[in-house]
């Protein structure tokens, strides 16, 4: 019997397309555009080609030692992240309660960081740790440390991070929760029964069960901290000097601050580029190791 091929449900997901369209791919070709001309300003534009890559991409330009700079940085600032939110995210969630009312009240406290503006999470931050009338600086300053992270590169580092941990590890924490609860009880009982201490019992049962869940969690939590801008600008500007000036803010700064749209562009290409090569590496890595783990546990 031959089946009937409908193409009218094409429709139904044309405005789809439409909205994708209109508010994704004009403004990236409007982009593109930009990163291959110069303008003197009067909405003059010049074609340039490729020159603002070239010269982004080489270290010994001033754009290129720019971009490279805020580049390791914000590498150093991911992986730091990473290092720090994914395991205490893991041990938040395994202290976490199974049932009765505290699991709502624990499940509350968490989702409250989660529910701030970035740019709000910035502003608590600028004050909560200015020496004078923060609570954080002053305390810190009354205790015999020189804390202040407007002159000093590395308590402008510390209060950054400390910031993003505070902000987003309850995102870890619920995601590995949710993995946690999805495991069947029988895997307990299993373990129980032959006699398997905590430590076996989380490598053995729940580690590998929250794979996918974690994979989820370290691609978000990567391309948030990678993109990063509002926090750190608030509480930093960027500084001291060019401590804190991650790619996002260098884009910023040549857009906006210099207005060098066809530098700017190309920078925000090349920038998207690196996000989605670092994402899928990673998806790729963890996926594949998932695959690995599923086939050694069948081949047992």
Known sequence: MDKTVNQKAWFLVLPVFLIVAFSAVLPLMTVVNYSVQDTFGNNQFFWNGVGWFKELLDPSSDLGGRFYASLLRNLAFSAIILAIEVPLGILVALSMPRDGWRVAACLVILALPLLIPWNVV?????????????????????????????????????????????????????LCYAGLKSIPDAYYQAAQIDGASRWAV???????????????????????????????????????????????????????????????????????????????????????????????????
């Open 122 to 174: 910035g502003t608590i931050w600028q004050i909560f740790g200015r020496p004078d009338i923060g609570l954080l600086g002053y305390t810190l300053n009354h205790m015999g440390i020189d804390y202040n992270y407007v002159s000093n590169e590395f308590d402008a580092w510390a209060t950054v991070i400390v910031m993003d941990v505070w902000h987003w590890t309850s995102l870890v924490a619920l």
């Open 202 to 300: 989380f490598r053995a049962i729940q580690l590998p069960k929250l794979n996918r869940v974690l994979l989820i969690g370290v691609l978000l939590r990567f391309m948030d901290s990678f993109m990063i801008y509002t926090e750190p600008f608030v509480v930093t500007g960027g500084g001291p000097g060019n401590s804190t000036t991650f790619v996002s803010i260098e884009l910023v700064k040549i857009a906006l601050g210099q207005f060098d749209l066809g530098k700017a562009a190309a920078l925000s290409l090349v920038y998207n580029i690196i996000v989605l090569i670092v994402c899928w590496i990673f998806y790729t890595v963890m996926t594949n190791a998932g695959v690995d783990h599923t086939k050694r546990e069948g081949a047992v």
